[in-house]
C-alpha cells in the first residue's frame, strides 16, 4: 500500500486496534492483484487472538474497503487489497437496476449484516419471490433493497432491507431502488421502522416520502422505533417503462 493508503487508515476513527492488528498480520500475505486464501485460526494464533475477533476484524477492513473478499476456498476466505475507488461523476447514471436473483444471494449476504428478525433465509425467499433489487456496477453489488410480506395487513409489506455501499451515498441509489420497488408494488401499502437515534434512515424515509404513523417504545429512548408508511406510487416517468430500461 501506499504511503497516503496507510495515513488514511491512521485516520480512520471506525478502526479499533484488533481491526490494525489483523492489518499487519496480512501486509506481507496479500496484494492488489489476486485473491489470497487467509486461514482465520492462524491468525488467531499468530495474534494471539479470538477466531471470532479476527472474523470481525476482517469484516470491518472489508466493510472499510481496505481489503476485498473474495470466494471460498474451503474453510478459508480469500482477500485482496481493495483497489478499487469511486469513479469520477455521479455512479447513479452508471450502475446497472435489476431484480435479484439467486445467485446474487452471496454478494447481497456481503454488502451487511443481518438482524435476528431478517435472516439469510428470510433474504433467499424474497429473492425467489421477486421481492429484491438490487444495483450493480462493473459486476460488484453496490445497493440493495429487499421486502417482505406483512401478513397482519392485506395488501402490505414491509422494507426489510435497504443498502447501498458506503462509496456510493447521496448520489441518489437510494431513491432509485425505491423506485424500482414501488413501480412494482403500486398501489400496496409499505411500511418502514427506523431507529429514532438513526438521523440518517430518518431523513432518507422521509425525503422518500414515508409518513410518519406510530413509535414502538424501547427499553432506552434511543431503542425507540419510529414506524412509517407510504402508498406504493410509480413515478409517471416510470410507470410504463420496463425495469431494463429504467436502469439506464
Same mark, same amino acid.
Request: include cysteine; aromatic fraction near 6%; proline fraction near 2%.
Given at each position: 500500500?501506499?504511503?497516503?493508503?496507510?495515513?488514511?487508515?491512521?485516520?480512520?476513527?471506525?478502526?479499533?486496534?484488533?481491526?490494525?492488528?489483523?492489518?499487519?498480520?496480512?501486509?506481507?500475505?496479500?496484494?492488489?492483484?489476486?485473491?489470497?486464501?487467509?486461514?482465520?485460526?492462524?491468525?488467531?494464533?499468530?495474534?494471539?487472538?479470538?477466531?471470532?475477533?479476527?472474523?470481525?476484524?476482517?469484516?470491518?477492513?472489508?466493510?472499510?474497503?481496505?481489503?476485498?473478499?473474495?470466494?471460498?476456498?474451503?474453510?478459508?476466505?480469500?482477500?485482496?487489497?481493495?483497489?478499487?475507488?469511486?469513479?469520477?461523476? /455521479?455512479?447513479?447514471?452508471?450502475?446497472?437496476?435489476?431484480?435479484?436473483?439467486?445467485?446474487?444471494?452471496?454478494?447481497?449476504?456481503?454488502?451487511?449484516?443481518?438482524?435476528?428478525?431478517?435472516?439469510?433465509?428470510?433474504?433467499?425467499?424474497?429473492?425467489?419471490?421477486?421481492? *429484491?433489487?438490487?444495483?450493480?456496477?462493473?459486476?460488484?453489488?453496490?445497493?440493495?433493497?429487499?421486502?417482505?410480506?406483512?401478513?397482519?395487513?392485506?395488501?402490505?409489506?414491509?422494507?426489510?432491507?435497504?443498502?447501498?455501499?458506503?462509496? @456510493?451515498?447521496?448520489?441518489?441509489?437510494?431513491?432509485?431502488?425505491?423506485?424500482?420497488?414501488?413501480?412494482?408494488?403500486?398501489?400496496?401499502?409499505? &411500511?418502514? @421502522?427506523?431507529?429514532?437515534?438513526?438521523?440518517? *434512515?430518518?431523513?432518507?424515509?422521509?425525503?422518500?416520502?414515508?409518513?410518519?404513523?406510530?413509535?414502538?417504545?424501547?427499553? &432506552?429512548?434511543?431503542?425507540?422505533?419510529?414506524?412509517?408508511?407510504?402508498?406504493?406510487?410509480?413515478?409517471?416517468?416510470?410507470?410504463?417503462?420496463?425495469?431494463?430500461?429504467?436502469? /439506464?
Amino acid at each position: 500500500m501506499t504511503r497516503l493508503d496507510l495515513l488514511s487508515i491512521a485516520a480512520d476513527r471506525e478502526l479499533r486496534l484488533e481491526a490494525h492488528r489483523v492489518l499487519r498480520c496480512l501486509e506481507d500475505r496479500l496484494s492488489f492483484d489476486s485473491y489470497t486464501a487467509i486461514d482465520t485460526r492462524a491468525i488467531a494464533e499468530i495474534l494471539e487472538m479470538r477466531p471470532q475477533a479476527v472474523s470481525r476484524a476482517l469484516r470491518i477492513l472489508s466493510e472499510r474497503h481496505i481489503i476485498a473478499r473474495g470466494v471460498s476456498k474451503g474453510r478459508s476466505s480469500t482477500f485482496r487489497f481493495a483497489t478499487d475507488v469511486v469513479k469520477p461523476g /455521479n455512479p447513479a447514471a452508471n450502475a446497472e437496476l435489476r431484480s435479484a436473483v439467486e445467485t446474487d444471494l452471496d454478494g447481497l449476504a456481503r454488502g451487511g449484516s443481518f438482524t435476528a428478525s431478517y435472516g439469510r433465509d428470510d433474504l433467499r425467499r424474497d429473492i425467489a419471490g421477486g421481492r *429484491c433489487w438490487v444495483l450493480q456496477d462493473e459486476g460488484a453489488i453496490i445497493g440493495q433493497l429487499s421486502i417482505r410480506k406483512d401478513p397482519s395487513i392485506e395488501m402490505s409489506y414491509l422494507l426489510a432491507r435497504l443498502m447501498v455501499d458506503r462509496r @456510493y451515498r447521496r448520489c441518489g441509489l437510494g431513491s432509485r431502488l425505491v423506485a424500482a420497488m414501488e413501480q412494482s408494488l403500486e398501489g400496496n401499502r409499505i &411500511h418502514a @421502522y427506523c431507529a429514532i437515534s438513526d438521523s440518517e *434512515c430518518l431523513k432518507f424515509l422521509v425525503y422518500a416520502g414515508f409518513a410518519l404513523s406510530g413509535y414502538v417504545k424501547g427499553r &432506552h429512548e434511543a431503542d425507540t422505533r419510529l414506524f412509517f408508511g407510504k402508498i406504493a406510487q410509480a413515478a409517471p416517468s416510470l410507470a410504463d417503462t420496463p425495469l431494463s430500461e429504467v436502469a /439506464n
